[in-house]
């Protein structure tokens, strides 16, 4: 029956006057078929055995993602591996050996290292491909239940028998075996909790709810009563998408959203059991559809190394093609006599001497082969493994509370993190920990300060029983108490951070005192209007927001008492009725009657005359509830006061503890928190219901109507509600004062009250820049009453909006709009949001390192400003100083923006140890492409930027800019959602673990538990794993160099025919065994300088940034050196076997045996840290060889032709000549090496080299210097400059900023000539000295020497300026610790003696840009 | 030698082990061992001027000697060489030399008459040596068949097809085969002392014990057991370029065939396109007697070997050796002059040291 009937509807429809729809729809359908998937109950169609089921065409429900299958393994793993470029190269030498004329090597044996390092590939692969291939299995013979229609029940079947239109039961803690609409659940509130962390590893409970029209039914989901059809878009990888539409049988539609799909994978928490359909399955479920491989970047350091690969394919071509050219001429000097040792082809024909030269060719590019070094790539592999393991296992990168470590999620960029030029980091939760703190709001613009209470929100977080003494003591808790009671490490160590808060703080307090004064004389009307808004306020700090009650554990009873009054009216008011009997059970011992009776009761006698005048206020019994609603624990409000005797005692048992909250944002569950301490506290949230408990009336439910989410554009959410004491519809507002005041409207009747709302919007927004000065998160609160028209009119629109399935994001926003318009301003808040621990000593060690610091924040300018100065980003000691002014500047300039539509220098005062501050309206105009190259000169010259109020997409724009245009290394690290773009798009990707989600973890290449890990991790771990590999890729190309050229010096003295003197056997595997560990090991754990040194010099890690360990020139030196090394290594034994009786083995085996001896040494002298590792490493290499050379010279006296070198070992360790050689040839082949690192290491120390003679001194010393270092002039590392001399400003750069200086002149000449005169003369001089960023920290010195001379204010200025600068010596400048920190003792106090009239001159300075701006 | 002693800084490090109680619970906390934390005790070379220092001093003082005593031993080495190539007109073998067909039939001898100034004392090596005879061609040393020359009856019919194109010979396979053994040198030298009275006294030549023992008696042997070696190789036929079967090379059924001697020394391919073969060994008769008196001698060289095609030389070396081989002066001056070449880098590394190493030294770093 049921079956018949769904066909018909879903072929004929319900009647004449839905046809022509359905004929339309099934002309579109054709159209549309691309677009959306249509989707029937299996149900329906269970006699057709599946071959005419609508759901044939879709997916299964059985998962494979094994890449291959026994057939298809090798031809497609070879084809995988041949994608890499080595292996192809490899392979086609190794078959080059086939072809009889070329062939160099025994054919069998070329292949061996090839197929040595494509079966280890192939295994490692195939390894992965049969644990994925058993974890399917495992994973498609889950069980789950699924409606059989032939049974009429549920029944278990197996996960990959399941398809699409099949019901599917869940219950408790089961995994969901595909996406699945909800259609039933259990749960009284038609809900269903899902676990998600399996998706984006977020452990908070999500709700997802029934389908709409499955709301209401009463009874249990019977399946084969289900009728409808389901169209919904394409299989998407957008999680956080959902679209589409249930047809009802009776034509009905009803939108469906994220909110009704179940996702596979997620877990089912706390609903005992749900029945959903299948939409998508299998490989179209968005879990599978995410599941993306992992990411491949390539460092910087591959990226050169690629390049020198090239160059060694060059040199190799060339070396070939000499031999090649020589064979032909030795060739062609026998002419026709054709002498006995050149053999002829095996065919018996002569080869002319250019074909001859030509497979000579091929066969020299066999010899040669080790040139480009087959184990590079995998030893830099293995390399990169162990320093990732070494990375993990740092104890100090552990956090001991959250049970975190660093996690390396990209296993191939380690070194990158020594290279980091540029740091883009977020702000709210990386360089703040993300514990939002409520610090003070204000009400209808009065400042209400919140300090002690904002000690005793941090503690519910962290101690629950201390949450329970607060809560008993009440709103009445004194101010001093609640400071003593807590006198917890916690309070001790915040007080640093909260230093600048302190004197706000008690200004606040002021305040509020003198508002006290106000409230007494202010007329009884606008007080009662006031604690309307009070109520309001603390009402939307409550609901406006997404904060779930979190009941853990249990599955989910009803917390609530009241079931929610949303269906009638009438039902309501019986609600209403309980409510307040409930409410009213401590206060009004006699109970109300009618609806009337309450409203009298609770409508003060005095009605305000404002918009929702008629019903919406609260009778004046209340006054006491509201009061108590902001009885603030610092009692320092007038109000607590009025009634204080009263409250305290109820206020104890009417206050239910409540379980935690669970918020998608830390500042919500601050609001939350922070309206619960005023006794506001929300105690349950359902889809369709808001309960809140308020005190003096119990618990209230608010029917919520709609919920317009935050998003990055609106800046704002609103939450539409019916209010259960007016029936009134409200919208409350919450966002960013920037775009809530734009929308505020003050109400249009009477003037008064329309004066008095301008001064509150005036207060408040004065309050609003107090609170963004002191560095607090500050959000707006407003609310809208809409009359029923109005309502019904917007809802009309918004659920046309709703359904859409085309541009839905689009209409929603649009309708979103025109909701949140001429609202009423309830308040703001201020949320701290507290420094994380070592921050700014991180920074400004980072900086100290050569990082440019870069601050993008979503955040208010004065917010980020005030950070930014606690953070030490922008230096706070130079508040006076031309720091301060230009930050003023740049506000006054990115403030003026607007007027300067088409200006292009707006944000820009480039001086040094500025800092640039630039908002997001600014920054889109200077990401513009025609400005952009000058944004980015006026940003690199600056000390820090600060970009707030900008976008994700900004964020990312900014990071892509600075790395394509400057050609830097960046680091992006961020916390949130929003920064996910900026960390893809930055060379290096670090995400912080912390409160918002995973989002920036799964997207990062490495994940921190807290910001100042960074120092570590980038000081030490980059520094190292920079050093370390750069030093072990120089040394495989010296070494392949080396030894190759060993075998080109002998084509001189074999005729050029590609013989080699080196037996195939050591030639093909010298690479793979006997040289190979020495440098893994050196690789992995050599440590040019002490962790401790690094991180107490970061200029250390400068070495890094300018790739010192490992310029293109040295790639050539080491070239050279390898060549000279070669020669000596050929030519000892050359002279000493020259005209002996010597065979071709007997002499190639010595001369092996010496370069491995060389090689082994030059790597010794390269180490510069012994381990007992590094020494059994050589010792192995070395008794590998011998063992390997004296097994396979006795094994067999027939085999490996041509050598066969049977007995040649054992004949030469009895030859006194052998030992002879392998003493002097390693020695004077590495004589020049080790006498030029002797020289460089006393004359010309390199900063690391300094570091490590630092790291020899007994710890005392070295601790004494270390901290002397950072003031005396005369510290080790004044033989720094020599160094870093050699970086000289790139010229093309250096034309490149003054030409953009230049430009600036011309374009401004004419608009402002006297003002702007000095500041691009000013330009000018930073162009000119400031080529690039590399050499800041030496230009700065330069530019402060000059700024003055450029400016030419007054002579004192720059006579009075110059003498602090120039007493340090201008070389020492790159070690930027010559910046004299104040804290430090006798060189600071010359410092201020010697520049107390150069400040005086800089203020000079500052006082003459003013004029300027 | 280098700036060393091992650092001691880490043993904080293990103190804090002790402390951890409780590691069991927190699994994810990495362990604080050496190893994990890169802490592992280090020896770390700083190279300066004044570490590196009394390397270079000590290369030189031993090296020095060593080079002083291996010249020494050099110079003691006596060595006589004729060029017997005939290029000069005037040569002796000019015309032999003028030959440049290796089957020629007719036989070639001239004799070559040189004074020995000083006398041989012990063992005297006698070498025939080849100049620009590229032994080392790649090609050339693949050609040959080591199973074959191993006695292999199988491979000794069926040479590999390394050996191509000088395997077979009219679809005979060719013993032994390949380009090596081919080309073989078969002049015949023989050393007469000339008598203060003019009659010519052969110097006695040891033909055995000219190769290496492994060659002889474990790489090289004749196929089959069949002592009479012209049955064993019957079906064979002999390279092109000789001119007696392998199993004709000697009288001496030891010295006969695969195992000859002088085939085995010819088929160990030289280095170098110059090189030097062991031809035969004089024996010390007895303890009075130098092995080569001084006076006047004579070689006889059956001239068979053609080298003036591609413009190589021929010679014959007579030479006494040391426990370090025969005479080479380079070791000796190569220890030498690497030596002198340290110590002078010592001495500038000494004046380095003097005049800068102070401003890095760590002792100046704490002021």
Redesign the interface.
């Not at chain 1, 690192?1237 to 004359?1243: D, E, I, S």
């Not at chain 2, 080392?136 to 040959?144: A, E, I, P």
């Given at each position: 029956m049921a079956r018949e009937r769904g066909e018909e509807e879903d072929t004929g429809g319900t009647g004449g006057k839905s046809a022509p729809k359905v004929k339309q729809r099934q002309r579109k359908k054709k159209t549309k078929e691309s677009k959306t998937r249509t989707v029937h109950a299996n149900i329906l169609y269970d006699s057709a055995k599946g071959e005419e089921s609508p759901n044939r065409h879709y997916a299964n429900n059985k998962i494979k993602t094994t890449k291959y299958t026994l057939l298809s393994f090798l031809p497609k793993n070879l084809f995988e591996q041949f994608h890499r470029f080595a292996n192809v190269y490899f392979v086609f030498i190794a078959l080059l050996n086939f072809v009889p004329v070329v062939n160099?090597f025994q054919p069998e044996l070329a292949l061996a290292p090839v197929v040595f390092i494509l079966s280890v590939t192939a295994i490692k692969d195939l390894w992965e491909d049969y644990r994925r291939h058993r974890s399917d299995k495992e994973i498609n013979h889950m069980d789950c239940l699924v409606y059989s229609r032939a049974e009429r029940r549920y029944v278990e079947i197996y996960w990959k028998e399941l398809r699409v239109g099949d019901f599917v039961r869940l219950r408790c803690n089961e995994i969901l075996p595909a996406d699945v609409l909800l259609l039933s659940s259990s749960d009284p509130d038609r809900l269903c909790h899902i676990e998600t962390a399996t998706l984006d590893g977020e452990t908070n409970l999500k709700q997802r709810q029934v389908v709409r029209s499955f709301y209401d039914l009463d009874c249990d989901f019977n399946p084969l009563k289900y009728t409808s059809v389901i169209e919904c878009e394409k299989p998407n990888n957008d999680l956080n998408r959902f679209r589409g539409y249930i047809i009802h049988r009776n034509g009905r539609r009803d939108a469906l959203y994220k909110d009704n799909l179940l996702l596979r994978g997620c877990t089912i928490r706390n609903t005992e059991e749900a029945v959903g359909i299948v939409i998508y399955a299998g490989h179209e479920t968005k879990a599978m559809l995410n599941n993306n491989g992992p990411r491949y970047k390539r460092s910087k350091l591959e990226r050169q190394m690629n390049v020198d690969v090239f160059w060694c394919v060059i040199i190799l071509l060339i070396m070939c093609l000499f031999t090649a050219v020589g064979h032909g001429l030795w060739m062609f000097q026998?002419g026709d006599?054709r002498?006995?040792?050149?053999?002829?082809?095996?065919?018996?024909t002569d080869l002319s001497p250019i074909m001859s030269a030509i497979y000579l060719f091929l066969?020299m590019i066999i010899v040669f082969q080790v040139l480009i070094p087959i184990s590079l790539f995998v030893s830099i592999e293995i390399v990169k493994i162990c320093q990732v393991y070494?990375i993990?296992?740092?104890?100090e990168l552990?956090e001991?509370e959250t049970?975190?470590?660093l996690q390396c999620r990209a296993l191939n960029i380690t070194e990158d993190l020594g290279q980091m030029q540029y740091i883009f980091s977020d702000k709210t939760g990386t360089l703040t920990e993300n514990k939002m703190v409520f610090r003070r709001c204000t009400v209808a613009g009065v400042e209400y300060s919140h300090d002690a209470n904002a000690r005793r929100l941090a503690m519910y977080q962290e101690v629950d029983s201390e949450e329970e003494e607060c809560v008993s003591h009440g709103g009445t808790l004194p101010r001093r108490d609640s400071v003593t009671s807590h006198t917890s490490a916690r309070v001790v160590l915040r007080s640093q951070s909260t230093k600048s808060h302190r004197r706000t703080g008690s200004r606040a307090e002021c305040s509020s005192k003198m508002d006290f004064m106000r409230f007494h004389s202010q007329s009884l009307s606008t007080l009662s209007s006031d604690l309307c808004d009070i109520i309001d306020f603390f009402v939307a700090l409550t609901i406006c927001n997404t904060v779930v009650v979190s009941s853990p554990n249990q599955p989910r009873q009803k917390v609530t008492l009241d079931k929610a009054g949303m269906v009638s009216f009438l039902h309501r008011v019986i609600n209403m009725f309980r409510r307040i009997n409930l409410g009213m059970r401590f206060e009004l011992k006699s109970p109300v009657k009618t609806i009337e009776d309450f409203i009298k009761r609770f409508t003060p006698s005095r009605l305000t005359s404002s918009n929702n005048s008629s019903s919406s206020s609260l009778n004046r019994s209340n006054n006491r509830g509201c009061s108590s609603l902001i009885s603030s624990p610092s009692a320092d409000s007038t109000l607590t006061k009025l009634d204080e005797e009263k409250t305290a005692p109820d206020l104890q048992h009417d206050f239910t503890p409540v379980p935690p909250y669970e918020a998608e944002s830390p500042d919500e569950a601050a609001l939350v928190y922070a309206a619960r301490a005023y006794k506001c506290s929300l105690v349950g949230r359902l889809p369709d219901q808001v309960t809140v408990e308020l005190p003096h009336l119990g618990k209230l439910s608010f029917e919520l109507l709609h919920t317009l989410g935050f998003d990055s554009t609106r800046k704002r959410m609103s939450v539409v509600v019916r209010h259960p004491l007016t029936d009134q519809i409200t919208v409350y507002t919450k966002g960013a004062d920037s775009v809530i005041m734009d929308i505020i409207r003050p109400p249009d009747t009477g003037t008064s009250l329309r004066k008095r709302q301008k001064k509150i919007i005036c207060r408040t927004q004065n309050y609003l820049n107090q609170y963004a000065a002191d560095g607090l998160r500050t959000l707006c609160i407003a609310k809208k009453v809409l009359s029923k028209e109005e309502y019904a009119c917007w809802l009309q629109r918004h659920l046309q909006a709703e359904t859409a399935i085309q541009g839905r994001e689009e209409l929603l926003f649009e309708s979103a709009l025109r909701l949140e318009t001429n609202l009423h301003l309830l308040g703001a808040t201020g949320i701290e949001d507290r420094l994380q621990d070592g921050v700014p000593e991180t920074i400004a060690s980072l900086r100290k390192a050569g990082l440019q610091i870069w601050v993008l924040t979503g955040d208010k300018q004065e917010t980020a400003v005030n950070i930014a100065y606690a953070c030490k980003l922008l230096d706070p000691r130079r508040i006076h100083s031309p720091l301060s002014l230009n930050q003023e500047a740049c506000m006054y300039l990115t403030n003026n923006i607007n007027n300067m539509a088409a200006a292009d220098l707006y944000p820009s005062l480039p001086v040094h140890r500025l800092g640039l501050v630039i908002d997001g309206r600014t920054l889109a105009y200077a990401l513009d492409r025609s400005l952009e190259d000058k944004f980015l000169a006026v940003a690199r010259s600056c000390r820090s930027v600060l970009c707030c109020r900008s976008t994700p997409l900004q964020k990312s724009m900014v990071v892509k800019l600075v790395r394509n245009k400057l050609k830097v290394m960046t680091l992006a690290i961020g916390d949130g959602a929003n920064d996910v773009s900026m960390i893809q798009v930055a060379d290096v990707g670090v995400g912080i673990s912390g409160q918002e989600g995973m989002q920036a973890v799964m997207a990062s290449d490495f994940a921190l538990p807290r910001f100042s890990y960074l120092q570590k991790l980038l000081l030490v771990h980059g520094h190292?794993c920079y050093s370390r590999l750069a030093n072990m890729i120089l040394y495989f190309f010296y070494k392949n160099a080396m030894f190759v050229a060993l075998i080109f010096w002998y084509q001189f003295?074999?005729?050029f025919?590609?013989?080699a003197?080196i037996d195939q056997w050591y030639l093909i595997f010298f690479n793979l065994m006997f040289s190979a560990f020495p440098q893994l090991i050196t690789g992995t754990?050599d440590?040019d300088v002490?962790?401790e040194t690094l991180q107490h010099l970061p200029q250390l890690y400068r070495s890094g940034q300018n790739s010192e360990e490992y310029k293109p020139y040295m790639f050539w030196m080491n070239m050279i050196d390898a060549f000279y090394q070669s020669l000596v290594c050929f030519f000892?034994p050359?002279?000493?076997?020259?005209?002996?009786?010597?065979?071709?083995?007997?002499?190639?085996t010595p001369i092996t045996t010496i370069a491995l001896f060389t090689i082994l040494l030059h790597l010794g002298?390269e180490t510069?840290?012994?381990?007992?590792?590094n020494w059994l490493s050589i010792c192995f290499s070395v008794a590998l060889f011998f063992t390997v050379a004296l097994c396979y010279n006795a094994s067999c006296?027939?085999?490996y032709?041509?050598s066969?070198p049977?007995?040649t070992i054992q004949?030469l360790l009895q030859?006194?000549?052998f030992y002879?050689?392998c003493i002097?040839t390693p020695?004077?082949a590495l004589?020049p090496r080790?006498?030029y690192?002797?020289?460089?290491?006393?004359?010309f120390?390199s900063a690391v080299?300094?570091g490590?003679?630092?790291?020899?001194?007994p710890?005392e010393?070295r601790r004494?210097?270390l901290s002397l270092s950072r003031v005396t002039t005369?510290?080790?590392l004044s033989?720094q400059p020599h160094f870093l001399s050699t970086n000289k400003p790139l010229p093309k750069d250096n034309e490149g900023t003054n030409n953009i200086s230049q430009t600036y002149k011309k374009e401004d000449a004419g608009k402002d000539k006297d003002t702007s005169k000095d500041m691009y003369s000013f330009v000018n001089s930073e162009g000119d000295t400031l080529p690039y960023t590399k050499d800041l920290p030496r230009g700065e010195l330069n530019i402060s020497c000059k700024t003055p001379e450029a400016l030419n204010t007054s002579p004192e200025v720059s006579h009075g300026l110059s003498p602090s600068l120039v007493t340090s010596p201008p070389l020492l400048s790159p070690t930027d610790s010559v910046v004299l920190p104040p804290e430090h003792g006798p060189p600071c106090v010359r410092y201020k003696r010697s520049s107390e009239e150069g400040i005086q001159g800089q203020d000079r300075t500052e006082h003459k840009i003013q004029v300027a701006l | 030698m280098m700036?060393s002693?091992y650092?001691a800084?880490d043993e904080d490090g293990h103190i804090a082990v002790a402390g951890l109680g409780g590691g069991a619970l927190?699994s994810?906390?990495?362990?604080?061992t050496a190893f994990?934390?890169?802490r592992?005790?280090?020896?770390?070379?700083?190279?300066?001027?004044?570490?590196?220092?009394p390397?270079?001093f000590i290369?030189g003082l031993v090296?020095i000697p060593?080079g002083i005593g291996?010249y020494v031993t050099s110079s003691n080495i006596r060595e006589f060489e004729i060029d017997y190539t005939g290029v000069d007109v005037s040569s002796p073998c000019f015309n032999c030399s003028q030959n440049?067909n290796w089957n020629s039939t007719k036989p070639c001898t001239c004799s070559i008459p040189f004074y020995l100034d000083q006398s041989y004392e012990s063992n005297v090596f006698m070498?025939y040596?080849l100049s620009n005879?590229?032994?080392?061609?790649?090609?050339?040393?693949?050609?040959?068949?080591?199973?074959q020359?191993?006695g292999?009856p199988t491979e000794l019919t069926k040479p590999?097809?390394?050996c191509?194109?000088?395997a077979f010979h009219e679809h005979k396979p060719i013993a032994p085969c390949g380009?090596i053994a081919?080309?073989m040198f078969n002049d015949s030298l023989e050393l007469f002392y000339i008598d203060p009275n003019g009659t010519k006294v052969p110097v006695p030549l040891s033909s055995t014990g000219i190769a290496?023992w492994?060659?002889k008696h474990?790489?090289f042997r004749n196929p089959g057991g069949n002592p009479n070696l012209t049955a064993a190789f019957q079906g064979t036929v002999k390279p092109v370029?000789w001119r007696r079967p392998v199993y004709e090379l000697d009288s001496d059924p030891e010295n006969n065939g695969f195992i000859n001697e002088d085939f085995i020394?010819w088929m160990?391919?030289?280095?170098?396109?110059?090189?030097?073969?062991?031809y035969r060994v004089i024996q010390k008769r007895n303890g009075l007697m130098p092995t080569l008196p001084r006076g006047n001698y004579s070689l006889d060289v059956h001239y068979n070997y053609p080298v003036r095609?591609?413009e190589?030389r021929k010679r014959v070396i007579l030479s006494s050796i040391s426990?370090?081989?025969?005479k080479?002066p380079?070791?000796g001056i190569?220890?030498v002059s690497?030596g002198s070449?340290?110590f002078f880098?010592g001495v500038v590394?000494l004046f380095?040291?003097h005049k800068?190493?102070n401003?890095?030294s760590?002792a100046d770093?704490?002021?």
């Open positions: 160099a026998y006599k002498p006995v040792f050149d053999v002829l082809s095996p065919e018996g066969t070494f993990h296992n740092d104890l552990y001991e049970d975190s470590h190292w003295y074999c005729g025919s590609g013989s003197m754990l440590k002490s962790a000892i050359y002279f000493a076997y020259a005209d002996s009786g010597v065979d071709l083995f007997t002499w190639g002298v510069k840290t012994w381990t007992w590792m006296p027939t085999c032709s041509p066969n049977y007995w004949r030859d006194p000549l002879f050689l002097i020695c004077s004589l080790y006498f690192r002797a020289c460089q290491g006393t004359l120390p080299q300094v490590r003679q630092l790291d020899k001194l710890p010393t004494n210097i005369g510290s080790p033989l | 700036a002693g650092n800084k927190r994810r906390k990495p362990e604080n994990k934390q890169q592992l005790p280090a020896w770390q070379p700083v190279l300066t001027a004044g570490s590196v220092l390397a270079f290369i090296f060593i291996l440049f070498y040596g005879f590229y032994q080392n061609h790649r090609r050339y040393v693949k050609s040959r068949d080591d199973s020359l191993n292999d590999s097809k390394e191509e194109p000088y380009a081919n080309s290496w492994t060659d474990v790489k370029n020394v160990r391919t030289a280095a170098l396109p110059t090189f030097r073969k062991l095609s591609f190589g426990w370090m081989g025969g080479n380079f070791l190569a220890y690497v070449v340290c880098l590394l380095i040291h800068y190493g401003r890095s760590s770093m704490s002021h």
